[in-house]
């Protein structure tokens, strides 16, 4: 830790010295283009914008063609004036949107000055929409994040208004996250004021987002964002699908707050179908969602304050009901179950969310950030369906971060950009009523304590520095190169199955569990990683209407795989020397030794010999072509590679599993191996049902050891290749686009069978495995998981501004997902086929058809009218196929299809939810407002359903129930609140 301090300390003098820290990627905007009058270009002529909220001023001067560049603007409303020896000074207001390079043309007259050769909407504040850029990007403003329906304060729910990128449909579900172009949610990123916040440990790509219902981030605090939904250029990392790049809100000259709350509880919220075929009652629910925002000057136009704070207080629900098998269980086993509490029960969960900020102009075109980040999140879940309450768990999500951001416009010409960031980003679950083996009764409940808990922490020390250049040279050019470091610290604790857990089936007529799971030992671990990457982008207009986007980007880590490990001599000896003797032969061949399968020197690690990985080249290239010159018609498309990183939770077990020893048992009354078990059975005693009694099997030698987790020392990073072809068409105030989005993954991770044989029959592939001396099933990882999208995009645009009082915007996707391998979105397992035998099938995100519909309208006596309609084709689910015989079952991932609902007559959709916003809006006196809110979500109460039964039948047997829905999501639900502001 002291040798980074003190290179982060020599990097920030050496910046200091430079240009001072600054702000990273996807923070800014920026004008260009020329002033003109009558008869030509206008050299020397004065522009300036003065952001009208915080003064800060940013100026350029024409160069002899009468070309300008305004760089570096923070996302806003401007007042641009421009001026010249033969024109007085004339003004314009314009408002600029997050990442957006505007050009545009200003010609001057004695009283007027009028903008050409750009996209606007609006007349009093003109909007410059950037119409010709090559990336598939789409900008959540500050509108619509204020006044569009919301159920949760989650600022990246929008992310749905982008076309191809899906966000969690069921508000209600552990793990709201976002992904794009059929890839996992693992390789999204997202950037606020342009601090990354990848989750380098789990699931759910940013903001240790898994399994979390609460919010990441104040939405308070956010002024806008932007979601790139692919092809977006060389200067952003550790991303192989989507990115969003957030700003947030900043103090301004005058001192503005606003205090907000929202309220719902049960009788807000409709039970679904089944709770009330169940007759279960609702329980005691109630969500307060509730903050306050201030901020203004400290020194006017100059230096700025601003805080908010978020609080969400909510007594969720869980239902908890009896399985499927119920009323064919045994009375004795009826009689263990019967006294545990069933019904819609309290899950209570509290986040508080707290940022600051102060921006300071110490000079023209030169802007200081400093802001700070908290999050603290405790839920208590994990029980609901089958699992009882005592089997639940405290969820502690946490987040400490603060950023140092400096920009300057060095001359006319040249703009630097650079961050200091410190990040700790935090996850954690332990069991609530800790100390009872768990016992899950398959198909009826599931009581005992949670059996698996963890405290996962990744801290983050960062530097970033961008450099753009502006220059004229067969063309003109936006030349921008930076370097991006990251130190990293992680720790892990996973205690696994520290209280036995024990599985009973319908098999053994739940009378003892047929498996279980234990584990003992030391259950951290930790280790450092630095992360390095370097791009170069040019911005070539090669002519006034045709621009070439050319970069390239590579990345480096230092330690992404755990490179330190040392495999153990024993596993390194069994691998070596380890045969097994087969009768019949498997492929042709009676004797095998693991080393003949392949060589283990692939996967033994020394501590040395696994190199990082150093071939994360990312060339990236798009055009655009303004068909008319006037930005009204344009033609674009590019093609990039995106690297992401391997999740550390993927190859966390190759370690884990030597210092936490982890066992799994099968149990038999008859002697026979139990189907579905991989171990070797051992007769069943009652005392097994203790961990005494199961650490006496494990020092008898009954049982296999720990399972092996083989990482290959070549393991690639996963990565998408990405390619797209559009056209932007501007109609009056409405713009449209349509486009066509290929995306092909490749590199994924999943464990497998790691030792068997080649020829091994498919029904075999779980006995006919080598095994090695003191240890039990063998996984070997394989970076072969493939992942196809192929979209059309329509988009419909009308912007709102205040002028009109109105604004829609219509998104329709139409796509075609493709995977391999397995259906798993954290660690993956695939052991459904023999490796590497992995036939593609539909993707968890193989959804048709995506219809998003949002806008917002005023309305007379100070009313405001907003909606969100959303329609999907929904999502695939798998189903197994035994009614040809039981040595015929058919297992079809992502096979089955729901059921599809009308939505005005058309039949497509088995996800349907109509959104309405209401809001009345009052003046107590000055500026101080008063706004009342009524919300209403899914109000026409469609029934969206889930968990879709995937049995097709036993021979003979064909399932009554078979694609039947067994829960609903997103029922009918209200929200009201007010919000005070000044």
């Not at 605090?221 to 990115?243: D, F, G």
């Not at 539909?842 to 309305?859: I, Y």
């Not at 909606?867 to 196929?881: K, N, R, V």
């Not at 109000?939 to 039947?964: H, K, T, V």
């Amino acid at each position: 830790m002291h040798r980074r301090f003190a290179v982060m300390a020599m990097v920030a003098l050496a910046v200091g010295l430079a240009a001072g820290p600054a702000s990273g990627q996807g923070t800014s905007s920026g004008i260009r283009g020329t002033v003109v009058d009558a008869a030509g270009p206008l050299p020397g002529a004065q522009v300036l914008a003065v952001n009208v909220a915080s003064g800060f001023q940013y100026g350029a001067v024409a160069d002899v063609d009468g070309s300008f560049k305004l760089s570096g603007l923070a996302p806003g409303t401007y007042e641009v004036k421009v001026s010249s020896q033969t024109y007085a000074e004339q003004s314009v207001r314009v408002q600029v949107l997050l990442g957006q390079d505007a050009q545009v043309s200003f010609t001057l007259s004695p009283t007027e000055v009028f903008m050409g050769d750009v996209t606007v909407v609006g007349e009093t504040t003109k909007l410059l929409i950037d119409t010709r850029s090559p990336v598939v990007s789409t900008n959540v403003t500050t509108q619509q994040i204020e006044a569009l329906p919301q159920n949760n304060r989650n600022f990246l729910s929008f992310a749905q208004l982008a076309p191809g990128v899906l966000f969690t449909d069921n508000t209600d579900a552990a793990g709201q996250e976002f992904r794009s172009g059929g890839s996992n949610p693992k390789q999204v990123n997202v950037f606020v004021d342009g601090l990354s916040y990848k989750n380098d440990i789990i699931k759910g790509g940013a903001f240790m987002q898994d399994s979390s219902k609460g919010n990441p981030f104040p939405q308070n605090a956010v002024q806008e964002y932007q979601v790139l939904t692919q092809n977006y250029k060389a200067e952003y990392e550790k991303s192989a699908a989507a990115v969003i790049t957030a700003v947030t809100k900043s103090g301004g000259n005058d001192f503005h707050g606003e205090a907000f709350w929202l309220f719902q509880n049960e009788g807000m919220v409709e039970q679904d179908d089944f709770a009330e075929a169940r007759g279960d009652a609702k329980g005691s629910y109630d969500r307060n969602q509730y903050g306050l925002a201030f901020g203004g000057p400290i020194i006017k136009d100059k230096l700025h304050f601003f805080l908010s704070w978020e609080r969400n207080d909510r007594e969720n629900v869980a239902s908890v009901y009896h399985g499927s098998s119920w009323d064919i269980a045994p009375d004795n086993v009826i009689a263990i179950l019967d006294g545990y509490e069933t019904g819609t029960l309290p899950a209570p969960l509290l986040s508080d969310l707290f940022f600051g900020k102060l921006s300071w102009q110490p000079g023209a075109s030169q802007t200081v950030d400093l802001s700070y980040h908290r999050r603290d999140e405790d839920e208590t879940r994990g029980f609901g369906g089958q699992t009882t309450e005592q089997a639940g768990e405290n969820l502690l999500v946490t987040t400490d971060a603060a950023t140092l951001r400096h920009q300057a416009v060095l001359g006319d010409d040249t703009l630097n950009e650079a961050s200091l960031m410190w990040q700790e980003l935090g996850w954690a679950n332990a069991a609530v009523n800790p100390g009872t083996p768990q016992q899950n009764y398959v198909n009826l409940l599931t009581i005992g304590s949670k059996v698996y808990n963890q405290d996962l922490s990744q801290d983050r020390i960062g530097f970033r520095d961008d450099l753009s250049f502006f220059f004229d040279g067969w063309g003109s050019h936006a030349l921008k190169a930076g370097v991006v470091a990251n130190w990293m610290d992680y720790s892990l604790t996973k205690a696994a199955y520290q209280y036995p857990y024990y599985e009973f089936r319908q098999n053994e007529d739940w009378q003892f569990p047929y498996l279980a799971r234990y584990g003992f030992g030391d259950p951290a671990l930790s280790f450092s990683n630095e992360q390095y990457g370097l791009f170069i982008q040019d911005d070539w207009r090669i002519t006034s209407n045709f621009t070439l986007n050319v970069g390239v980007r590579w990345d480096y880590e230092t330690n992404m795989l755990n490179n330190d490990w040392v495999t153990p001599a024993d596993v390194v000896s069994g691998l070596e020397n380890s045969c097994r003797t087969y009768d019949p032969p498997v492929g042709g061949q009676a004797n095998w030794c693991i080393d003949e399968i392949f060589d283990p020197n692939d996967y033994i690690s020394t501590g040395n010999n696994r190199s990082s990985y150093s071939n994360m080249y990312q060339p990236r290239l798009g055009f655009t072509w303004d068909i008319g010159g006037n930005a009204k018609t344009v033609l674009y498309g590019g093609w990039g590679l995106y690297y992401d990183r391997v999740t550390l939770n993927d190859i966390y077990d190759e370690q884990f599993r030597h210092s936490w020893k982890q066992y799994t048992f099968c149990f038999t009354m008859d002697g026979t191996q139990p189907d579905g078990c991989s171990v070797p059975a051992v007769m069943w005693d009652p005392s097994y049902l203790t961990a005494e009694g199961l650490d006496g099997l494990i020092a008898s030698g009954q049982t296999p050891g720990p399972e092996v987790f083989l990482l290959a020392n070549d393991t690639k990073p996963p990565r998408t290749t990405q390619w797209t072809v559009g056209l932007r068409q501007q109609m009056g105030d409405w713009l449209g686009g349509l486009s066509y989005a290929s995306v092909e993954g490749d590199n994924g991770m999943a464990w497998s069978f790691g030792t068997l044989p080649p020829g091994t029959d498919f029904n075999n592939r779980w006995g006919g495995w080598i095994g090695i001396p003191n240890y039990g099933f063998i996984m070997r990882s394989y970076d072969v998981r493939t992942t196809e999208y192929d979209a059309f995009y329509l988009t419909l645009d009308r912007p709102y501004t205040r002028d009109a009082k109105w604004g829609v915007n219509f998104v329709y996707t139409y796509a075609d997902a493709w995977q391999n391998a397995s259906l798993d979105e954290g660690v993956a397992f695939a052991f459904d086929y023999i490796p590497t035998d992995w036939p593609m099938f539909p993707g968890n995100a193989d959804e048709k058809h995506r219809f998003v519909a949002s806008g917002t309208v005023g309305l007379p006596y100070n009313l405001q009218l907003s909606s969100i309609i959303t329609l999907g084709a929904g999502f695939p689910w798998s189903y197994t196929d035994c009614l040809a015989g039981w040595d015929r079952c058919v297992w079809h991932p992502n096979g089955g299809r729901p059921p599809k609902q009308s939505f005005l007559g058309i039949n497509e959709f088995a996800y349907r939810s109509v959104d309405l916003r209401l809001q009345w809006d009052t003046t107590l006196g000055g500026n101080t407002n008063l706004a009342l809110i009524g919300e209403g979500f899914n109000i026409l109460d469609y029934a969206n359903d889930s968990c879709f039964d995937g049995w097709a039948g036993a021979p003979g047997e064909p399932n009554p129930r078979f694609g039947m829905p067994n829960c609903q999501y997103n029922t009918r639900r209200w929200q009201v609140g007010a919000r005070f502001s000044f």
